[in-house]
């Protein structure tokens, strides 16, 4: 026993001396061996404060809704003024013109100042990725209602994390990143859609797994499919956005 001990001891100082006996070029040499140095990423610029960064698709900066459009393919009826989209009650849901798998989406929104319902009617739209999974938008600053559908909720699905909420009337971000679902040659979900989401720069949803469409009622069911617009829900509330960019994965 003893003498393993000690023989383990003269080898661990072996080991060391063997160190110590390396030059600068070797140490550098050996370490060069786990140097990665392709493939280069490349430079992206970033925004200014919440400004796009260069590589982003801008959906909306606040002049026009041209990349939107309605549900029968017409011009977006929303109101566009002050560097901000509403929704104009009755005009319906918006599409992108163009469809999207995975993404990154940086969306700024803001419900009414004025406080004119409660629970669900107050401040409510949703933006829905591939025109099925909906990530809530909802004026949940003290507003209780379902915790599955609440800001940033995965409607019904997941409920936030934190309550990251700012008051009624002041502009909110949700920063997200959305991996479309994979789908078998059979047609069944082999990799379910994922989604973290951050609000107000505060993490909410934390790659949860989406169970399919998020559905008012009922269990969600996958169903193959492939892009689909990026879509934003007139739930009859004058709810604003702004600053909408993304960029594909
Ligand atoms: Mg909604």
Same mark, same amino acid.
């Not at 061996?33 to 960064?53: F, L, Q």
């Not at 009414?112 to 909802?138: I, K, T």
């Given at each position: 026993m003893? #003498? ?5 001891? %003269?080898l661990?100082? #072996? &080991?060391a ?5 390396? #030059? ?28 796009p ?6 959906? !909306? ?25 509403? &929704?104009?009650?009755?005009t319906?849901? $918006? ?19 004025? &406080?004119?319902s ?12 591939? +025109?099925?999974?909906?990530v809530? %938008?909802?004026?949940?600053f ?11 909720? &995965?409607?019904?699905?997941? $409920? ?7 008051g ?6 949700? +920063?997200i ?9 059979n ?8 989604? #973290?989401v951050?609000?107000?720069?505060v ?23 492939g892009k ?5 829900? +007139? ?5 604003? !956005?702004?600053? $909408? ?5």
């Amino acid at each position: 026993m003893r #003498t393993g001990l000690l023989l383990l001891l %003269v080898l661990a100082q #072996t &080991v060391a001396a063997q160190e110590q006996a390396l #030059t600068r070029e070797e140490i550098y040499a050996r370490a060069a061996i786990t140097e990665v140095w392709e493939p280069v990423p490349p430079v992206v610029t970033p925004g200014a404060g919440n400004a796009p960064p260069s590589d982003a698709l801008v959906l !909306f900066d606040g002049s026009s809704l041209d990349a939107w459009r309605n549900v029968d393919g017409g011009a977006a009826g929303w109101v566009v003024a002050d560097g901000a989209a509403t &929704v104009k009650a009755g005009t319906g849901n $918006i599409y992108t013109r163009q469809s999207f798998g995975s993404v990154q989406l940086h969306i700024e929104w803001r419900a009414p100042a004025e &406080v004119a319902s409660e629970s669900q009617g107050r401040g409510n739209s949703g933006v829905f990725f591939m +025109d099925r999974y909906e990530v809530q %938008v909802l004026d949940s600053f003290a507003n209780p209602t379902y915790p599955n559908g609440q800001a940033a909720s &995965v409607y019904k699905q997941h $409920i936030p994390l934190v309550n990251a909420s700012r008051g009624p009337g002041e502009w909110q971000s949700y +920063d997200i990143v959305f991996m479309a679902p994979e789908f078998g040659a059979n047609g069944r979900v082999v990799r379910p859609a994922t989604l #973290t989401v951050f609000h107000n720069g505060v993490l909410v949803q934390n790659n949860v797994a989406v169970q399919g469409p998020t559905e008012f009622i009922g269990k969600p069911q996958y169903e193959a499919h492939g892009k689909a617009p990026i879509r934003l829900q +007139d739930h009859s509330n004058p709810v604003s !956005f702004r600053n $909408i960019w993304l960029r594909e994965l």
